[in-house]
């Protein structure tokens, strides 16, 4: 499985930005996609997460993302996409997709050791 970001850059504070994650070689029939993301000296945070079988979606709780930014997937496509609103300094991190095989559940994304594929990551500088 390779999971391959794009779409990260240096924005300015206000501005949107829109990830992208191209998905190739899983095959599981359904599984949990997620973004996470790390500031320099800080731990992963995870971000959003999405349920390839119903569509179904998770945010972070401390509610820094909620309303700002949307994770959604174009299964045909094998995408996953995170649009990021109203970007904040407090934004500015490595972002990083990643997947594992089976069913997304309430308080995913505090389990980064269940998601067994990661991508590389794309930076976001938010100025």
């Known amino acids: 499985v390779q999971l391959v970001e794009s779409g990260g850059g240096s924005v300015q504070t206000g501005g949107p930005l829109r990830l992208s994650c191209e998905v190739f070689g899983i095959t599981y029939s359904t599984y949990c996609m997620g973004w996470f993301r790390q500031a320099p000296g800080k731990e992963h945070e995870g971000v959003a997460a999405?349920?390839?079988?119903?569509?179904?979606?998770?945010?972070a709780e401390s509610g820094s993302v909620k309303g700002r930014f949307t994770i959604s997937q174009d299964k045909a496509k094998d995408t996953l996409s995170l649009q990021m609103n109203n970007l904040s300094p407090e934004d500015t991190a490595m972002y990083y997709c990643?997947?594992?095989?089976?069913?997304?559940?309430?308080?995913?994304?505090?389990?980064?050791?269940?998601?067994?594929?990661w991508g590389q990551g794309t930076q976001v500088t938010v100025s």
């Open positions: 999405i349920y390839s079988g119903t569509g179904h979606t998770y945010y």
């Open positions: 990643a997947a594992f095989g089976g069913d997304c559940y309430v308080g995913v994304l505090s389990y980064i050791a269940d998601f067994s594929y």
